[in-house]
């Protein structure tokens, strides 16, 4: 059985988590970024992360997903900057699973990330109002994923690997 780790990263939260998963797996494994994978052909199951960005998903894991994800066996993890309870959310991350509709979603993740200073001043000068919000609530992401999240990706990493595995 081969299982690979993939992501997409800006600031380097989604590479946090995905070497965490990584670590988790017992089977043969390759943990790359996105844009090293040209297929997924000769994965078992595919551990694919990435950030949102304005309300979705990050382009790059996006448009990866539109490409490679058809009939594969995916687990997808998501980092974003809004507080996991925050309702509007839920919406975005269920954008983040669209462009993966026709694979077998194996299992989700998501979790809080840090707003880098570098991004949040970007989106305080956004049009958007929503984006300046976000821009705005850096102060209450900072150090996130935390260890409490990243030990929450493991025991999603086991757990996928136990369900996958049956
Ligand atoms: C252009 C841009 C737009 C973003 N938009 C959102 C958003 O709509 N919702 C959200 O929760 N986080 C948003 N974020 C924050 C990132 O999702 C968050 O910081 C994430 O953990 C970054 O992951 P990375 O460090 O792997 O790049 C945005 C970040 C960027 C750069």
Same mark, same amino acid.
């Given at each position: ?17 995905? *070497? ?115 821009? *705005?609530? /850096? ?9 409490? /999240?990243?030990?929450?990706? /493991? ?12």
């Amino acid at each position: 059985m081969k299982i690979l780790v993939a992501y997409w990263t800006q600031t380097g939260n989604t590479e946090k988590i995905a *070497e965490a998963i990584y670590d988790e797996i017992k089977e043969e494994k390759e943990l790359k970024k996105l844009n090293e994978v040209d297929n997924l052909d000769g994965y078992d199951l595919a551990f694919i992360g990435f950030p949102i960005n304005a309300f979705g998903p990050a382009a790059p894991g996006k448009k990866f997903l539109e490409k490679n994800a058809k009939g594969k066996n995916i687990a997808l993890f998501i980092t974003h900057a809004a507080p996991e309870d925050m309702e509007e959310l839920q919406e975005w991350l269920a954008r983040c699973k669209e462009p993966a509709v026709e694979a077998n979603l194996v299992g989700f993740f998501d979790c809080q990330g840090e707003l880098s200073e570098q991004i949040a001043n970007i989106l305080k000068k956004q049009e958007d109002p929503k984006l300046r919000a976000f821009g *705005e609530m /850096r102060d209450q992401t900072l150090g996130q994923p935390d260890a409490s /999240r990243v030990e929450r990706a /493991r025991v999603f990493a086991r757990e996928t690997m136990k369900k996958f595995k049956g």
